[in-house]
């Protein structure tokens, strides 16, 4: 929010009565916000789709009150049942529009101009439909596969989740439509969505939880933020005054306007109180108790205003947007492009052993296409970011249409329609692989098992599928699989296929994405953003998912991701940032640069292979996981700091700079509550993967003073003995109290820091006294105060401050 819009908006708020306040902050129906026509406030309307739009025109008339809560429902369900799925119901009847990768896939990518080109196409979309807000992206970390909503979030890093966010949330605003960055925060499963408590520690909650969405903030400033479903350590995410004044508004200084998730809020008053600006949807029951705390004192009426300043400010900007912005008219044959190019890019090949890809059949070759989803894709997930695409490419039609003159394709289901054994299509397939030169086999998850609502039962594709490959497997030597998938997949089978290119829920342009690299036409360049593990229990998440009794414990901490299969030497089945090329590239002459603003990085990437390719650059930071025998912070081995992507042709060299700055050398002091930058060795490591360093070399950080340690009677001595002046004032004390000299003071006391009991008890039983717990804790408290110490629990970081008001 611009300073000229707030005090606009402070303005119009001034002249609403308390009745047309409350209208504001209620909404109006189930995908718009009330208008003010009379001070110059229009209707804002909302609509639902990170890739592509989800408009459904039954649900937006202006002319009722829409809040027909089985309309929502009906919107965002999922059907375990694949043979009474009824996309009618479960797209709810949106209007056609360009169905993009979804988040999880455009996130392979690492392409932050790719995320900002398709936020573009989305807001011609959006501008076209009448829409000013869009509500993505969601960018909640995938801390486990099982998600059901994890193919709608980019990956299990913020660092990368953040960039790609903000590269989809400026694409978006910078063609006039308001981004809804969300869910905020710690929505990391769909098991009891509204009443699980997620319960983090501080270090987790800001070095990844909350880093995504402060890192997309800070490079994009969403005009919304939206609020999740779940309790955050106890309390309501949007009646959290903690996590929206005291993070959101004060620490990372956002002034755009914060809006509840569908039904999301269950104490309105708490909410507005808390800094939930808007209620959405319109829910009479909810209203009510809001006019009736205004109307009691429980809600301030400057409470009540400042929300409303924040939606009237956000109405403002979108109209002044409207306004400056011309609309044109969607290409969607250029968005199908664009959809097709961002496949492209987001498709990781996994696996090509013996570089049996790119594919070069000769005429008279014979090619088999094994899988239902090769004639009817699965292109995306369920729920309300389901879209109805206007086209989208059959991969069977595009591989025909791709292969050279003379090869033949042919076609064989090899399993039912709704992905189960059917042993008569099974053994056709398997008659038909003994004549083709290659098998490409169309494998996926079971359709619809997941998505809003409903986790993933387990990492398993369809078994009639891993039935069939395994088969396959022993009969033929050139295998391609093509996965179709919410995230990461259990393969059991993959050290005896040939070929994996992982698709993901891949949007409309799958089919000739796929066909394009598979013959060559496109050489792949994504890499996963998520860890694959070879079986679920090597999950970090895996022993306290999805939560019970209503608590959900992050018992990894800060250990999410590969971070976790690092520290624990666990080898994944595929690493965080992994993906394969049809060319080669080599890294060298890694230069580093310590200086007081942080650390300047130089290498030189080559192409030498014979294809142009593009490369991801990952940059890590690495660190000693913690010192033997202290009591000091840990620290993953290696964390994601950065990334760059290079397009080189065949020979091809270029010199590429990378940079950290000192928040990237920080870690989250839960003394401090604050970043710090710790003093030591650290690694730069520059990779083609998580698990494929090719360049490091380490410096030494002059890193913030240690902060010190809050000092009581229960404080082991030779901790206190550390601080300075502690053992000056006890010599001085104790000599007094025993009558004994200076030295022979010191003398008994030196043994005294070994002891692993408080300072109290140490000192009475080594000086054969009772000591005064007084004077000791005096001398205690004069230490702490000379040395800034905090007192733990001082303000304790689980969301309990209380409300401002």
Request: proline fraction near 6%; charged fraction near 20%; aromatic fraction near 6%.
């Amino acid at each position: 929010m611009t300073n000229a819009f707030r005090t606009e908006a402070t303005v119009v708020v001034a002249q609403m009565t308390l009745t047309e306040k409350l209208d504001l902050i209620c909404g109006n129906g189930l995908w718009r916000t009330t208008g003010v026509p009379r001070l110059g406030l229009p209707s804002l309307l909302m609509v639902d789709g990170s890739n592509g739009l989800h408009v459904v025109p039954d649900q937006i008339s202006t002319d009722t009150q829409n809040t027909d809560l089985g309309a929502f429902l009906d919107a965002v369900e999922t059907t375990d049942d694949p043979e009474n799925r009824d996309d009618n119901v479960l797209l709810g009847k949106s209007i056609p529009a360009t169905c993009f990768p979804v988040l999880s896939v455009l996130a392979n990518s690492w392409d932050i101009t790719l995320a900002h080109e398709v936020g573009t196409a989305l807001a011609i979309e959006c501008r076209a439909a009448g829409a000013q807000i869009l509500l993505g992206p969601g960018i909640n970390l995938r801390r486990s596969p099982l998600a059901g909503r994890g193919f709608e979030y980019f990956s299990e890093d913020p660092i990368l989740t953040g960039e790609m966010a903000a590269g989809v949330i400026q694409g978006l605003q910078d063609k006039g439509v308001g981004a809804s960055l969300k869910h905020f925060a710690c929505n990391n499963s769909e098991t009891e969505r509204i009443s699980m408590d997620s319960v983090v520690e501080p270090r987790a909650l800001h070095e990844l939880y909350l880093l995504g969405f402060e890192r997309a903030i800070a490079r994009s400033n969403p005009w919304t933020v939206m609020t999740s479903y779940n309790r955050l350590n106890g309390v309501q995410t949007s009646q959290n005054p903690w996590l929206l004044r005291d993070i959101l508004r004060g620490r990372w200084h956002y002034d755009g306007m914060i809006m509840s998730d569908w039904h999301g809020i269950q104490d309105l008053p708490a909410a507005v109180k808390a800094g939930n600006d808007l209620d959405m949807p319109f829910n009479v029951a909810r209203r009510r108790r809001l006019e009736n705390a205004v109307s009691g004192g429980n809600v301030p009426v400057a409470v009540l205003d400042e929300a409303c300043i924040h939606i009237a400010a956000l109405t403002l900007r979108s109209a002044d947007a409207q306004r400056r912005l011309p609309v044109s008219h969607p290409d969607f044959a250029a968005h199908h492009d664009l959809a097709r190019k961002a496949t492209s890019r987001a498709c990781v090949l996994l696996r090509n052993q013996n570089n049996l890809l790119p594919l070069t059949p000769k005429p008279g070759n014979r090619l088999l296409v094994i899988g239902t989803g090769a004639v009817s894709p699965e292109i995306q997930g369920a729920g309300s970011t389901a879209v109805r695409p206007i086209r989208c490419d059959i991969p069977l039609e595009c591989l025909q249409a791709t292969a050279p003159e003379g090869v033949s394709i042919h076609w064989e289901p090899g399993w039912s329609v709704n992905g189960t054994h059917d042993p008569h299509r099974q053994d056709a397939a398997l008659a038909a692989a003994r004549s083709a030169e290659t098998v490409i086999v169309f494998a996926s998850t079971p359709p619809s098992v997941s998505g809003e609502n409903a986790d993933r039962p387990n990492l398993d594709l369809c078994q009639a599928h891993n039935t069939l490959i395994a088969e396959l497997a022993k009969l033929h030597n050139r295998i391609v699989v093509v996965l179709t998938h919410p995230d990461a997949v259990v393969l059991p089978w993959a050290d005896n296929v040939q070929a994996i290119l992982s698709a993901g829920y891949a949007g409309a342009g799958f089919g000739q994405a796929v066909a394009d690299i598979l013959f060559g036409h496109t050489n792949p360049s994504g890499k996963t953003s998520i860890t694959w593990p070879v079986r679920p229990e090597d999950c970090p998440a895996f022993l306290g998912y999805p939560g019970e009794q209503g608590k959900h414990l992050y018992r990894e901490g800060i250990f999410v991701g590969y971070r976790f299969f690092d520290i624990r030497r666990i080898e994944p089945l595929f690493p965080f940032g992994h993906g394969l090329s049809y060319t080669s590239f080599t890294y060298a002459a890694l230069k580093l640069a310590n200086n007081a603003e942080g650390v300047a990085i130089q290498f030189t990437l080559s192409n030498t292979g014979t294809r142009t390719g593009r490369e991801i650059c990952q940059l890590y930071l690495g660190r000693n996981p913690t010192a033997a025998n202290r009591a000091l912070p840990h620290h993953p081995l290696r964390a994601l700091k950065g990334f760059t992507t290079v397009s080189l042709e065949p020979g091809e060299s270029r010199v590429v700079t990378m940079t950290l700055d000192r928040r990237d050398l920080a870690y989250f002091d839960t003394v401090r509550e604050d970043w710090t930058v710790p003093a030591g060795t650290i690694s730069i490591d520059i990779g083609s993967s998580s698990r494929d360093i090719r360049l490091s070399d380490s410096l030494y950080i002059v890193g913030d003073a240690t902060p010190a340690r809050w000092l009581d009677l229960h404080t082991p001595p030779g901790q206190a003995l550390e601080i300075p002046g502690v053992q000056k004032e006890l010599v001085a004390w104790l000599a007094d109290v025993t009558g004994q000299s200076i030295i022979e003071t010191k003398n008994r006391l030196a043994p005294c820091s070994r002891s692993f009991l408080g300072i109290y008890d140490t000192l009475c039983w080594s000086f054969g006294l009772e000591l005064d717990e007084t004077r000791l804790a005096h001398i205690l408290d004069d230490a702490n105060r000379r040395s800034g110490a905090k007192k733990p629990g001082h303000r304790p970081d689980n969301c309990s401050k209380l409300d401002p008001s």
